[in-house]
């Protein structure tokens, strides 16, 4: 079973940005597919970014393409999501998760096994 510890969040201006990190403990990575969602106050949990287990495929939600990057780097157990061009509406707990047997083709909360305890992030207008 895999533990994964997010971090990287905080509170920036429009604009600006951020790089978030999951590190993940109890299993290597490289045998899950990776996925970060987040969640504003009162919403459902929603779909961000998900890369495969060699990096070479990625899926991203409409709201986040071309801003965000989902990365991972499977020696040193971690994976990333740089957040560029922040918005006011990408205001959210970001949660990192893992699955050892979906595609980045499924978007679903449901769809993910392991679950990080998530981190505030806050972009101020």
């Known amino acids: 079973q895999v533990q994964l510890v997010e971090s990287g969040g905080g509170l920036v201006q429009a604009g600006g940005s951020l790089r978030l990190s999951c590190a993940a403990s109890g299993r290597t990575i490289s045998s899950y597919y990776m996925g970060w969602f987040r969640q504003a106050p009162g919403k459902e949990r929603e779909f961000v970014a998900a890369i495969s287990r060699s990096g070479s495929i990625t899926n991203y939600a409409d709201s986040v393409k071309g801003r965000f990057t989902i990365s991972r780097d499977n020696a040193r157990n971690t994976v990333y999501l740089q957040m560029n061009s922040l918005k006011p509406e990408d205001t959210a707990v970001y949660y990192c998760?893992?699955?050892?047997?979906?595609?980045?083709?499924?978007?679903?909360?449901?769809?993910?096994?392991?679950w990080g305890q998530g981190t505030q992030v806050t972009v101020s207008s």
């Open positions: 998760a893992a699955d050892p047997r979906r595609s980045v083709v499924f978007t679903s909360p449901t769809d993910y096994a392991y």
